[in-house]
């Protein structure tokens, strides 16, 4: 299984960017998926994830500024982030998570750099 990330760059403040993730090779049942990101010296963060049921969660520091999605084909995920600003600089990571019943894995990607500044 790989997971990648694209659509990361340099944007200024109030600039806007779309992620994208794509999982391929053999997943039995992705039971959740999203984005985390991780700045340098920072713990990584959860940014939004959408879990069973299609229950999306944001951190309250994108809350209204960031959109998690699903594409329409399998395991595609894309995070559009507008009104960006400085703190938002990191490496933004995808993860998606099989379950085969008994036991489940998170398969993450190499991460995207976003970088806000002017």
């Known amino acids: 299984v790989q997971v990648d990330e694209s659509g990361g760059g340099l944007v200024q403040p109030g600039g806007s960017l779309r992620l994208s993730c794509v999982g391929s090779?053999?997943?039995?049942?992705?039971?959740?998926s999203g984005w985390y990101r991780q700045a340098p010296g920072k713990q990584r963060e959860l940014v939004a994830e959408v879990t069973s049921g299609d229950k999306i969660d944001y951190s309250d520091s994108v809350k209204g500024r960031f959109a998690l999605s699903r594409g329409s084909a399998k395991n595609v995920l894309y995070l559009q982030m507008n009104n960006l600003q400085p703190e938002d600089t990191a490496v933004y990571l995808c993860?998606?998570?099989?379950?085969?019943?008994?036991?489940?894995?998170?398969?993450w990607g190499q991460g995207t750099q976003v970088t806000v500044s002017s």
């Open positions: 993860y998606i998570r099989d379950n085969w019943g008994v036991a489940e894995y998170d398969y």
């Open positions: 090779g053999d997943i039995f049942r992705n039971v959740a």
